[in-house]
């Protein structure tokens, strides 16, 4: 149920951003307003589901792939794109959920933008493996960087509501605690 609920609030938060990413995504004042802003919230969504697997890494990969799917639905990507790379980045946060600990602010930032940078390298390798159409080196590399940026400015706040939901599905005080503060179950 946990893991259900927080697919449905990384699927709200992909409609929202959706819609103000279409007004908002050019900035025109940075690379000439040629390159989106565009936050990864599934990658983000499928790294915390996979830190925060507790039995089994299966539900987790799951409702990733679902919310993957569906940004991939939302934002216009080639079908299964982000689907595939949610599910890697659910399962590379599973594999490290025991040796990293995601709390504070700089250290949180800095796993958005991690995760931001490693979804958008993995999408164009994904593109280029598939014969996609690629813009050009330069186009390619801003898309990476501002894709790391955006999520990680978006990063902590996705982080926070879905530690939330974590602490609300709690079974005790001491999981509850733990889940607002970030630490592994």
């Given at each position: 149920?946990?893991?259900?609920?927080?697919?449905?609030?990384?699927?709200?938060?992909?409609?929202?951003?959706?819609?103000?990413?279409?007004?908002?995504?050019?900035?025109?004042?940075?690379?000439?307003?040629?390159?989106?802003?565009?936050?990864?919230?599934?990658?983000?969504?499928?790294?915390?589901?996979?830190?925060?697997?507790?039995?089994?890494?299966?539900?987790?990969?799951?409702?990733?792939?679902?919310?993957?799917?569906?940004?991939?639905?939302?934002?216009?990507?080639?079908?299964?794109?982000?689907?595939?790379?949610?599910?890697?980045?659910?399962?590379?946060?599973?594999?490290?959920?025991?040796?990293?600990?995601?709390?504070?602010w700089g250290v949180t930032v800095g796993f958005s933008f991690?995760?931001?940078?490693?979804?958008?390298?993995?999408?164009?390798?994904?593109?280029?493996?598939?014969?996609?159409?690629?813009?050009?080196?330069?186009?390619?590399?801003?898309?990476?960087?501002?894709?790391?940026?955006?999520?990680?400015?978006?990063?902590p706040l996705v982080l926070r509501l879905l530690r939330r939901i974590d602490a609300?599905?709690?079974?005790?005080?001491?999981?509850?605690?733990?889940?607002?503060?970030?630490?592994?179950?």
């Amino acid at each position: 149920m946990r893991t259900a609920t927080c697919a449905l609030v990384a699927y709200a938060i992909l409609l929202v951003l959706g819609s103000l990413w279409m007004t908002l995504g050019r900035l025109p004042w940075i690379f000439g307003g040629l390159v989106e802003w565009k936050p990864e919230v599934a990658a983000i969504a499928a790294a915390y589901l996979g830190l925060t697997a507790r039995r089994s890494v299966a539900g987790a990969v799951g409702a990733s792939i679902v919310v993957g799917y569906l940004s991939d639905l939302i934002g216009g990507a080639p079908v299964g794109l982000y689907a595939l790379i949610s599910g890697v980045v659910c399962i590379l946060g599973h594999l490290v959920h025991r040796r990293i600990l995601v709390r504070g602010w700089g250290v949180t930032v800095g796993f958005s933008f991690f995760v931001g940078l490693a979804t958008a390298v993995m999408a164009v390798m994904l593109r280029a493996l598939f014969a996609q159409p690629l813009g050009g080196v330069g186009t390619e590399l801003a898309r990476m960087l501002t894709s790391g940026l955006a999520t990680a400015a978006i990063g902590p706040l996705v982080l926070r509501l879905l530690r939330r939901i974590d602490a609300a599905f709690a079974r005790t005080h001491r999981e509850r605690d733990a889940a607002l503060e970030g630490l592994a179950p």
